[in-house]
């Protein structure tokens, strides 16, 4: 699967239109990890509790939308966007969605 966050492929042409995919996933904040953070906001440097979370919120959410486009018969997505929202009491929802194209 092609993931682009452009309109087209370079050297590819547009085949096929099939709409809007997209892939979600909700996490909430983990007590260890937030104890660690507190830690880390008195000294600096990176959360990699968070660090890895986002990772992994990214991951399950691209390949939702990347499963959903296959079902659909598209081997590329484009102008892929990801975007955040707070959905609860620390829990946050990272939607990531684009246009489902075949391209040849």
């Known amino acids: 699967m092609i993931l682009t966050n452009v309109e087209t492929v370079p050297g590819k042409r547009i085949a096929e239109h099939f709409g809007v995919v ?15 953070a507190s830690f880390k906001n008195i000294i600096g440097g990176e959360l ?43 829990a946050s929802e990272l939607f990531v969605y684009g246009t489902a194209v075949r391209v040849e």
Request: charged share 25%; no cysteine.
């Open 22 to 36: 997209s892939g979600s996933t909700v996490r909430a904040k983990h007590v260890g990890r937030d104890i660690m």
């Open 48 to 90: 990699k509790g968070y660090t890895e979370l986002l990772n992994d919120s990214r991951k399950q959410a691209t390949d939702r939308m990347m499963e959903q486009a296959r079902q659909l018969g598209a081997n590329a997505i484009l102008n892929v966007r990801f975007a955040t929202s707070s959905v609860a009491q620390g």
